[in-house]
């Protein structure tokens, strides 16, 4: 291929040259070139290396469908691998090069006589290191590990930077009537005549130019001006760079936006990439058909490309991209290019495989008929191409021809990937040898060439009645169809019994005799063909190959090319990169942070924060240097001696309000809440129907028609929704509201033998909180020294006396402020969640840690308190007879045999003496116990404590911090009889 | 993403509700034997086709609605509100309307 840049025509604009580099060089290009125009105007011929073979690849087509100048682009940070030349937009200070290749594209050692080449015959991969399961499972995973990662970098796809994306990405919603994919000649018209009906209308472009084969062809430049603007006109919205890569359901379309891939400076106002998400009331594809080869031998060498890319170099690059060409051609559509390069000064050759041209013959081009290149040779570019014709079932030589350009029109496949997505099954077409898109009850209708319509006239019309069927005008489309002859269909062309490589999947570098060997192999389904030789895998999910592939297959079957089927395409149609899809949510953006109203007064305080689900927690607070390790220790063992403050606004918070709100909690509840006392609170366990345990919290009755029901942090969603369930579907008689008041109130934990006289120091003068006016479990309204209104309870996580106080969240400072004081006065601290930790574990408290959805509440040991009187949710199923064993798990108390030793949550526990499988249970949770003074745990085992009594067990960790001996003991290990808290 | 007409909220995207289960279950009173609550927690029909089914429209008006949805098409054929009640006063709105 000896292209060269010609001194007029095309679209470029030869006033601005544009430098750039490749592989470490400066080269120039012009405005208005892609990559691939430049690199091919600049005499670059070999621009890749092959995925398997390390074959020499050049530039094979003009758009998304290019299989062989695929590069890198950009440095750095910005470094992507897998770029298309044809498609990536020439800017200066582009900076792209060769991927696969080592030292480089042009001397690549790994191609070295075809040195990889028998390992990468179908099903390579599988048959040498993946065993054969179930009988082998896992025989060969460990070599495959290691030869995976040479294979890898011998057959790489290019590498991705390691460093994090600088780039940000957007999101963005649209509404339209009608969505119109594609800007050619269908696409516009079907834009124009929608909008002209009045329809808002979207029109969006992959090209960075509007007009599709328009833009093929100098003397349709007006024509396309003239439309462009009347489409403008009309109020269509366009949208160019911007491709439709996925149809989902009820007329929602993905579209991604380049915004800045083809800027030279960067503006840092805007993102790199937009993400649409697009609703549309119908949408008109209008995305064109891509030219496909077939396979013969060398097919894939730079100097081979579709005959219609000849023609987008030469009518928008201004190139001839060959001096001497050779045009295979199976249809019509190459006849106009054949011309246009011949007045542009090179030798054509148009070689037809079909006896007789019906297209009247171009001024100073040769016409073959009935034959087709059999093998193309010369290294790094054409220099001569054999032809065969097809006598009595087989190939036969036809004489040579040299050259330096191949051009090849297999025929056209429609572009009816998006329609698939949406499960239009495409229908075989036998007479125009293509899939023609399938029917679907959705509002998607195809024109233009990807509907097969191959005439341009044709495909105007074809837009326009697309359109009327889209505003609902009962408007039959048209018919599929154009070539004044008959397109021949061909996909090979080989000798009999002679192997060859003829390339059907460029990209993945699948060959015909791949085909064959599957289909010897027994791999007859078109889905399994795929998958074991990985045709139509690659990034460009085998637009060029695809046919050809199901083409041999349904000839080594003996069975017609729809008795073989074809696969489903699905979404994206071009790559998308990762950085889109998440668009803003990346870094503290991934998920939204919770912070609680004392969230500032915390960190003011010295907190060390933790994440518990989406809220962030005071963990500890750390004194003169500590650790998290001292640091909860001294808190725990504060919190016992005299008092300490805890931030609990995270918990759930529901008011349960209305004349049935009792009965409500009555059934939600496994205990009884119908009779609970105004003034008082109440710990509560709700099941799920299936009798397991769902979450638990205290309720507290404010008034006779009005409940505060507190949730875990963790399930307060959850229980909101649970709430709303019963109440609208299932219990629509009952007159209750509930609404979420979890970020209305500030909620704080003083716990500790001084935490009532902390809190009293806090009230307005006269404020009784003895414990004849607030007795264990009573509440209470209060007004803080200063008149802040709050609500006070006397609960206990910790086992000691302590109380739960809250005031609206915007009073949440003062109130710590004023606690703060009178607790520090009197040796308190404050404490997190390392601290409430141990207290609860020293008082055998479950939370989600036990609470996870597998326990019975018998399992919890508290099924005492589940009502005999009256019926809940999940009383019915709790009854399950596996439900009620008594060797169930069972919560119980864990502390080391030797009381030094520590052991680790998530160690399994078993039986001393066998300690193997999954063991008798789990531990849930550990901490260091001040009152005790050892470390201590909690979690679930066979049969409970009693069952373990005599019986030695062990913690088992053997991949941490080995077995430990344990002793069973009962979950409350400190203050059994909960003397303190009532106190 | 399929998008659910909201009786309240009009239509908006799948994303904003959550699916909640089979809306033909009738559940049984809470002191019914176990063998009905087992039949009405575990047993469901594979439905290919229209499927009466709950979705709760969690990031909008919190009201829990009856879908019929056909599970092969994802097509929306009708939505009302979970609560008899509620879908009682649309209907009435609707007859009304008319
Ligand atoms: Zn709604």
């Known amino acids: 291929m000896t292209a060269r840049r010609l001194d007029k025509g095309g679209r470029i604009d030869r006033s601005a040259p544009v430098d750039f580099t490749w592989d470490g060089k400066t080269l120039s290009g012009y405005a208005g070139d892609t990559l691939a125009s430049a690199l091919m105007a600049n005499g670059e011929r070999v621009l890749g290396r092959s995925f398997k073979y390390h074959r020499s690849r050049g530039i094979m087509s003009a758009g998304v469908e290019e299989s062989g100048a695929i590069v890198t682009v950009g440095e750095g940070a910005r470094r992507e691998p897998n770029v298309k030349a044809t498609v990536q937009e020439l800017y200066g200070g582009l900076c792209a090069s060769g991927q696969n290749s080592w030292p480089n594209v042009r001397f690549d050692l790994g191609a070295v006589s075809g040195l990889f080449s028998r ?74 005549t929608a909008a002209q009906a009045g329809r808002d209308v979207l029109l969006v472009e992959q090209d960075f130019e509007l007009g599709g084969d328009y833009l093929n062809d100098p003397g349709a430049e007006m024509q396309r001006l003239e439309l462009i603007n009347a489409v403008k006109g009309a109020g269509v919205r366009v949208m160019i760079r911007t491709t439709a890569f996925g149809l989902y359901d009820h007329g929602v379309a993905g579209l991604l936006e380049k915004v800045t891939d083809h800027l030279a400076n960067l503006d840092p106002q805007m993102p790199r990439q937009r993400f649409w998400t697009v609703r549309a009331g119908a949408t008109i594809l209008a995305t064109g058909a891509l030219e496909r080869s077939f396979a013969f031998e060398n ?80 290294r790094s570019g054409v220099k001569r191409v054999d032809l065969a014709k097809h006598t009595n079932g087989s190939w036969v030589p036809a004489g040579k021809e040299t050259c330096d350009l191949l051009l090849v029109s297999g025929g056209w496949s429609p572009v009816v990937n998006l329609s698939s997505h949406r499960g239009a099954k495409p229908v075989w077409n036998a007479s125009q040898a293509c899939f023609l898109p399938g029917t679907t009850s959705e509002p998607i209708f195809h024109a233009g060439s ?56 460029f990209q993945h570098d699948v060959t015909g005799d791949d085909v064959r060997l599957a289909n010897q192999e027994g791999f007859v389904s078109v889905e399994h063909l795929k998958r074991y030789t990985t045709l139509g895998m690659a990034t460009d999910q085998g637009k060029m190959g695809n046919i050809i592939g199901l083409a041999l297959m349904a000839d080594a079957l003996g069975k017609d090319i729809p008795d073989v089927g074809t696969t489903r395409f699905r979404p994206p149609y071009t790559p998308v990169a990762i950085g889109a899809l998440a668009g803003r949510n990346v870094a503290a953006h991934f998920k939204p942070l919770r912070r609680t109203p004392l969230h500032d007064w915390n960190l003011r305080h010295g907190a060390t924060m933790t994440e518990a689900g989406l809220w962030h927690r ?62 008082k609170a109440r710990y509560g366990i709700m099941l799920r129907d299936d009798g397991m345990v769902m979450d638990d919290g205290t309720t507290w009755r404010l008034a006779d028609t009005e409940f505060l029901t507190t949730t875990t942090t963790t399930n307060a969603g959850k229980v909101m929704v649970r709430f709303e369930e019963l109440l609208q579907t299932r219990w629509p008689d009952l007159k209750v509201h509930v609404s979420s008041v979890s970020d209305q109130w500030a909620g704080v934990s003083i716990a500790g033998p001084k935490s009532r006289e902390t809190i009293a120091a806090c009230l307005e003068h006269g404020a ?33 006396l ?131 003074g050892h470390w201590i745990g909690i979690g679930y085992i066979s049969g409970g404590a009693e069952a373990w009594k005599e019986r030695p067990a062990v913690a088992a960790d053997p991949v941490r911090s080995g077995n430990v001996d344990v002793e069973i003991v009962s979950p409350h290990m400190f203050d059994p009889t909960g003397e303190r808290m009532h106190g | ?67 019929e949805r056909d599970t092969l098409t994802h097509e929306i054929h009708s939505v009302r509100p979970a609560h008899p009640g509620l879908a009682a ?10």
């Open chain 1, 119 to 192: 390992f990468f015959a179908a099903g390579f991969y599988y048959k040498t290191f993946m065993g054969l399961p179930p009988f082998e499972w896992g025989h060969g995973t460990g070599l495959w590990m290691q030869y995976e990662k040479l294979i890898r970098k011998a057959a790489g796809m290019g590498t991705a930077s390691r460093e994090p994306d600088p780039d940000c990405y957007d999101h963005v919603h649209a509404f339209c009537d009608v969505l119109v994919v594609g800007s050619g000649p269908a696409g516009l018209q079907a834009a124009l």
């Open chain 1, 299 to 378: 097919n894939d060498h730079p100097g081979v490309m579709t005959a219609a890319a000849a023609r987008v170099y030469l009518n928008r690059y201004g190139i001839l991209p060959g001096q001497k060409i050779v045009i295979s051609t199976t249809n019509d559509s190459v006849y106009a290019a054949a011309a246009e390069l011949a007045a542009a000064g090179a030798d054509v050759i148009v070689a037809d495989f079909r006896e007789e041209a019906g297209v009247g013959l171009p001024d100073g081009v040769t016409i073959l008929n009935g034959v087709a290149p059999l093998k193309v040779l010369g």
């Open chain 1, 450 to 505: 990807s509907a097969g319509i191959w005439d341009r006239e044709d495909c105007e019309v074809a837009g326009q009645r697309a359109a009327r069927q889209a505003i609902g005008e009962n408007k039959k489309s048209s018919q599929p169809g154009g070539w004044k002859t008959p397109i021949r269909p061909l996909y090979e062309v080989r000798l009999p019994n002679q192997q060859t490589k003829a390339f059907v999947d």
């Open chain 1, 618 to 679: 005071p963990w500890y607070f750390a004194r003169n240097g500590e650790g998290i390790d001292e640091a909860y220790v001294r808190e725990a063992a504060t919190v016992r001696k005299s008092v300490g403050i805890c931030d609990v606004s995270s918990l759930g918070k529901i008011a349960v309000q209305g004349p049935d709100a009792a009965e409500f909690l009555n059934r939600v509840y496994s205990n009884g809440f119908a009779k609970l006392p105004v003034g």
């Open chain 1, 768 to 800: 009784d909180i003895s414990n004849e006016a607030l007795p264990f479990m009573g509440v209470s309204r209060v007004t803080l020294s200063g008149g802040v209104e709050a609500l006070i309870a006397r609960i206990s996580f910790s086992g000691e």
């Open chain 1, 802 to 932: 302590a109380y739960e106080l809250y005031v609206q969240a915007g009073y949440g400072d003062a109130m710590m402020d004023l606690l703060w004081h009178a607790a520090e006065t009197r040796g308190g601290c404050l404490y997190g969640l390392e601290a409430l930790g141990t207290l609860r574990i020293e008082k055998g408290h479950v939370t989600g840690a036990e609470l996870d959805g597998r326990v019975t509440i018998d399992d919890t040991g508290l099924g005492k308190m589940a009502s005999t009187k009256k019926p809940f949710i999940g009383s019915s199923l709790r009854q399950r007879p596996e439900l009620l064993r008594e060797d169930r798990p069972q919560l119980v108390g864990i502390f080391p045999k030797d009381r030094s030793q520590r052991f680790k949550g998530g160690s399994l526990l078993c039986d001393a003496d066998t300690v193997t499988g999954f063991g008798e249970g789990w531990v849930t949770g550990v901490t260091h116990s001040p009152a005790l």
């Open chain 2, 1 to 67: 993403m399929i998008r659910i007409p909201c009786p309240f909220c009009g239509t908006r995207d799948h994303s904003e509700f959550t699916y909640g289960g089979d809306g033909t279950i009738e559940y049984p009173a809470l002191d019914a034997p176990k063998e009905d609550w087992h039949d009405a927690v575990f047993l469901r029909d594979n439905v290919c086709g229209m499927q009466l089914e709950t979705w709760h429209h969690v990031h909008g008006c919190r009201m829990w609605l009856l879908v």
């Open chain 2, 89 to 98: 006063m649309f209907e009435t709105d609707q007859e009304a309307g008319e």
